[in-house]
């Protein structure tokens, strides 16, 4: 079964620092797919940055780049140059095979980022 | 409108009430997906229609019913609920299937309490 863990419940940074975001994840199927998404307290989900199991680079949006360590199966999300409105909840997910018919996610249980100014 | 959209954003509601959540999605996609956010649980997939068709169901009690009429709305309706029914209901949508991956877009949702 498809599993992914969130280890740290609450984090905090100071304003254009940069913070690590830490996701494990454990599955059979030799190809995945990953994804961060970010939930501000008005409640929308909003997609950050994916990674597929045979990209061979780490993915980056912008500020976001996901540490990829396929052996440790770890997909850490990475945020640089915190800014007070990266303040929010972030989680990671996991779908499994592409063309399954639908896109089945699961999520980890999250970890709340507050940034300082 | 654009992206997804839901519902009321609020809503409270007494254990022997009957109510509809709405989602509708503007965005041509072909998949529709009910979530329950619970405080410090992980996000629960409830149901999946694809094609207009429920493909999963979690098994979600049968106070809950979802329809999906076509392919850009998608309902939830609540009946005889409980108090830990109460939680962030959230509505998304993704193009299926797909050859590589599509990221679920999510609509804002709806924050259900039942007294």
């Known amino acids: 079964a498809q599993k992914i863990t969130q280890t740290q419940p609450g984090m905090f940074v100071q304003e254009k620092e940069a913070v690590t975001l830490d996701c494990t994840y454990d599955t059979s199927d030799p190809s995945y797919g990953l994804f961060w998404y970010k939930q501000p307290s008005s409640g929308e989900m909003i997609f950050l940055i994916y990674q597929g199991s045979y990209d061979q680079q780490n993915a980056t949006e912008g500020r976001y780049s996901l540490n990829f360590q396929k052996a440790r199966k770890s997909a850490n999300l990475v945020i640089s140059a915190s800014q007070l409105g990266d303040s929010a909840m972030y989680f990671c997910?996991?779908?499994?095979?592409?063309?399954?018919?639908?896109?089945?996610?699961?999520f980890g249980a999250g970890t709340r980022l507050a940034v300082h100014p | 409108e654009t992206g997804v959209t839901q519902t009321p954003r609020h809503l409270v509601m007494g254990m022997t009430n009957k109510k509809s959540l709405k989602c509708e999605q503007h965005?041509?996609?072909?998949?529709m997906y009910w979530y329950k956010q619970s405080a410090k649980k992980p996000l629960e997939l409830m149901f999946v229609y694809s094609l207009e068709e429920r493909v999963e169901n979690n098994s979600v009690p049968s106070r809950f019913s979802p329809e999906c009429p076509n392919s850009s709305h998608l309902f939830l309706h609540l009946h005889t609920l409980q108090p830990e029914d109460s939680a962030l209901y959230l509505c998304?949508?993704?193009?299926?299937?797909?050859?590589?991956?599509?990221?679920?877009?999510f609509g804002p949702g709806t924050r259900l309490t039942v007294l």
């Open positions: 998304a949508s993704s193009q299926e299937p797909s050859g590589s991956y599509n990221e679920q877009f």
């Open positions: 997910a996991m779908r499994g095979p592409p063309g399954s018919g639908y896109n089945k996610l699961i």
């Open positions: 965005l041509g996609h072909n998949a």
